[in-house]
């Protein structure tokens, strides 16, 4: 498995080499910008890893930045610090060769127990954190909701129901923020997190696996209990009440309380025989989308090209080639624009398969005039209720994989927690809980829960956050949650499995790939977590290296620069589980 990143850029490629970076048009990547985007071509197999990649992006990073920055950041830049204990000579080494002498190097690694600083560079520098970033904003939902926080999505109605099952009034689901609604839930009552998840499947095609669980499942079991608590007709409406928290959209996703199967289409291509036309298929299955697919089967070993787009509503367009031997189903992804909407045909067709008619269209916009004030919502008999794995399941599933919008759920999952309905508000609360932890204003401006491009923070704040959280009663769900490298999610095969070292280290990665001096570069990439060190202790480190320029300002360049960093920060962490001593 080769960690996957999602590449963005405002406009198109020749655009984004002619920006700066402080604008913000950000290649980043799956432990960065938004994964799911409308256009992607290219592959990497997972079988023929030699293929090149090449994925093309459209995105709105820099205006999600501005606003962003406006509202919840956290900090400013830290002043440079006193005298460092310095790096090993094999990191010192690690660093010092071509191309990664050319960027800008943090470092801090520190006894979790003593709290002594073995080895560091630049530790009160500020840098691009990618996905790191998510750390904070998990470890912040551990402390604010608890680790066996679920999520509880209620069925009510207004109006009577009759005798014979008529309801005169609307049937209502109400959004809890549960990012899974039961659609990855397996038999165990656990999350099924894959090493390479569908919500990156654009990022770089041909390395997707989807879980083997029903994405409808918890809308299924909703229906079930609707069926079974006595209603059999709907005269009314049924509507989606997303009203949780005010309207919010990160990097052109929406983040809204209802989510079903990440809120994407999953189209699955198999090839056939060269010239052929690939057969495709998509779930989950519904009226709310039909899918008009024109993929031809290329000769074995060409590069795939597959995109997925809409030229109106409801209406899904494939495009592209597939080689003769890509590993079949080939995943590819659509956003959906509306979630409310798809929510509730979704609904109102698993209602039907459990014989509850209802006479409104399942087509159409989410009818949310009808809705009645929230009060009175609160207020109305239920029907049926949803409830969700706890959230130590959702930890793993944003850490492991680096889920953005389960990430991104978060800020307004803490607002709400607190009385609050804002995204800002949210990243407040996580402002107060690094307050509370002891890290220093000054050393972190966090903009996201996701580590998009404004998001930074100092070695020294990154490892305090470690420390903070190895004191909470809590600690083991956040240690868990985190990629253990050479075993699992983005860091699986970082180093090989029969490494000393693999098993030993449970980090968070981060990366951004975007433009310095007009021209593309590794805008960072940073691994941040645990080493149980050889010689017995634990230590909490962080490394960052920002602005290494891409060979050739080339995007395959750039993508390859990223991937061989990944593997270069899995060296470091890897020697410093031999020698954590300088």
């Known amino acids: 498995m080769i960690t996957k990143f999602t590449y963005a850029l405002q406009h198109s490629i020749r655009r984004a080499r002619k920006v700066a970076p402080h604008q913000g048009e950000e290649l980043t990547g799956r432990d960065g910008a938004p994964s799911q985007l409308p256009h992607a071509a290219g ?12 994925v093309i992006a459209a995105s709105t990073v820099a205006a999600v930045t501005l606003t962003a920055c406006s509202a919840g950041s956290i900090g400013y830049s830290a002043p440079p610090s006193s005298s460092t204990p310095g790096v090993s000579a094999e990191l010192r080494k690690l660093m010092n060769t071509a191309p990664w002498s050319s960027g800008e190097w943090g470092v801090q690694v520190t006894d979790l127990k003593s709290g002594t600083v073995v080895q560091s560079e630049n530790p009160s520098s500020q840098f691009m954190t990618g996905s790191t970033a998510k750390t904070f904003a998990v470890g912040a939902v551990l ?10 999505t209620p069925i009510v109605h207004s109006g009577s129901v009759s005798g014979d099952g008529r309801l005169s009034g609307d049937l209502i689901m109400v959004g809890s923020g549960d990012l899974t609604l039961g659609g990855r839930t397996n038999a165990a009552g656990d999350l099924d997190i894959p090493d390479f998840d569908h919500y990156d499947a654009n990022a770089v095609p041909g390395m997707a696996t989807l879980t083997p669980e029903d994405p409808l499942a918890g809308i299924d079991d909703l229906a079930r209990q609707v069926a079974a608590s006595g209603i059999r007709r709907i005269d009314g409406d049924v509507i989606i009440d997303n009203r949780l928290w005010d309207p919010v959209s990160i990097g052109g ?11 994407l289409i999953d189209v699955l291509i198999t090839p056939n025989a060269p010239r052929e036309q690939a057969t495709v298929d998509w779930r989950p299955r519904t009226a709310a989308f039909t ?3 024109q993929v031809t089967t290329t000769a074995a070993g060409t590069a795939p090209a597959v995109r997925t787009d809409s030229t109106s509503p409801g209406h899904i367009r494939v495009r592209g080639s597939m080689p003769a031997d890509a590993t079949a189903p080939f995943v590819a992804t659509y956003q959906v624009p509306d979630p409310a909407a798809f929510a509730r045909t979704v609904l109102v067709e698993a209602l039907t398969r459990h014989g509850v008619s209802v006479a409104a269209t399942p087509l159409g916009s989410n009818p949310s005039d009808k809705l009645p004030s929230m009060r009175t919502v609160k207020s109305l008999p239920a029907s049926a209720a949803y409830t969700s794995p706890p959230f130590k399941e959702y930890a793993k599933l944003i850490n492991k994989v680096s889920h953005n919008l389960g990430a991104n759920l978060l800020p307004p999952l803490m607002a709400v927690q607190q009385g609050k309905r804002t995204y800002a508000e949210g990243m407040k609360t996580e402002r107060d809980f690094l307050t509370r932890a002891g890290i220093e204003r000054n050393s972190v401006t966090l903009v996201n829960a996701q580590g998009l491009p404004g998001d930074k923070a100092t070695p020294v704040a990154q490892t305090e956050l470690l420390r903070h959280l190895a004191r909470q009663d809590y600690f083991d769900v956040f240690y868990d949650s985190m990629p253990g490298m050479g075993v699992d999610g983005s860091l699986a095969d970082v180093i090989e499995p029969t490494d000393p070292a ?5 980090a968070k990665t981060g990366t951004l790939i975007g433009a310095l001096d007009g021209k593309l570069a590794l805008s960072t990439k940073a691994l941040a977590g645990y080493i149980d060190a050889e010689n017995g202790h634990r ?6 290296v920002n ?19 990944n593997k270069q920060l899995g060296s470091m962490a890897a020697g410093i589980y031999r020698k954590p001593l300088t």
């Open 43 to 54: 592959h990497v197999s997972r079988r023929l890893r030699t293929r090149a990649v090449t």
């Open 502 to 506: 693999a098993g030993h280290i449970h």
């Open 143 to 152: 402390d604010v909701l608890g680790s066996d926080h679920r999520f509880h």
């Open 253 to 263: 996703t929406p983040i809204t309380p209802t989510v079903v199967n990440d809120n």
């Open 547 to 565: 602005n290494i320029p891409a060979p050739g300002n080339n995007v395959n360049n750039a993508i390859d620069l990223a991937l061989k960093a």
């Open 539 to 544: 230590y909490a480190f962080a490394i960052y």
């Open 291 to 293: 899918v008009d697919a």
